[in-house]
């Protein structure tokens, strides 16, 4: 089994659907918060189930939501098909977009799922479809000194506000046995130092580099916001 094939089978990556609603919920505020216009068109590359896509969608003029598992493509147009706003891609529908179509990126927990080559050729990419200013931000990234025990105790610390914890104690348990558990140990997690991503994002041609905060829950993980020269 690959994370490919982690992503695309059923997994119990959520404790509950109360954590799954609130995860969704917060990825969902924080990218709103980056719009930077009502009529702008935004990618959310690597999107998962993306359950408050619709509120992204009434901020902004177009949401593409990009998904490499199909099977997860299937739940998004089974949920969202009937949004004008949204359309469902996969990478390679991204691959073959016009340059200069998009005015924000998202990545949120994607690139630690990547490899660095692949990291490097989706800069590229997303470099070549932004408009010239366009803005892309790469969040939720592992620095390589944060151990998996951060990871569940800032799970409880959300489980806690959330009202969600005896599930999330109950799914720590079973993540210690579960495919995930196997998955990370045996392919690893890409981790980067702010300063390792900072020069593959300047050198995939972006400029005026700064460090919101982090999306999502885990202040352990660190976003990075960059733009595309302004022509
Ligand atoms: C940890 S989940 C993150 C989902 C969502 N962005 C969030 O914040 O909850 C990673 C997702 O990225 C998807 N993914 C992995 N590699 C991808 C790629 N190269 N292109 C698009 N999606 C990818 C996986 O299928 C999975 O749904």
């Not at 099977?71 to 991204?94: C, H, M, N, Q, Y």
Request: charged share 25%; net charge neutral.
């Amino acid at each position: 089994m690959s994370w490919r094939d982690f992503w695309n089978g059923e997994h119990a990556i959520y404790v509950s659907p109360r954590h799954k609603a609130l995860h969704y919920r917060a990825v969902a505020t924080d990218l709103i918060g980056h719009v930077p216009a009502a009529d702008a068109v935004v990618l959310d590359h690597g999107c998962g189930e993306a359950l408050d896509a619709g509120r992204v969608a009434a901020a902004c003029g177009r949401l593409y939501l990009c998904e490499a598992a199909p099977t997860v493509r299937e739940k998004l147009r089974a949920r969202f098909g009937r949004d004008d706003a949204i359309a469902v891609v996969s990478p390679e529908e991204v691959e073959a977009m016009a340059p200069a179509t998009l005015d924000l990126v998202v990545a949120n927990s994607l690139v630690q799922y990547l490899s660095q080559g692949e990291l490097k050729a989706l800069l590229a990419t997303w470099r070549d479809r932004l408009k010239p200013g366009g803005t892309l931000i790469v969040a939720d990234v592992i620095p390589p000194d944060v151990s998996p025990l951060t990871d569940a105790s800032e799970l409880l610390a959300f489980a806690w506000h959330g009202g969600f914890l005896s599930a999330a104690l109950a799914g720590l348990v079973r993540t210690a046995f579960s495919d995930y558990r196997k998955l990370r140990a045996r392919y690893g997690l890409s981790t980067y130092t702010a300063e390792a991503i900072t020069d593959l994002i300047r050198e995939a041609g972006f400029v005026d580099l700064r460090r919101p905060e982090n999306f999502g829950h885990n202040p352990h993980r660190m976003t990075f916001k960059a733009a595309k020269p302004a022509e």
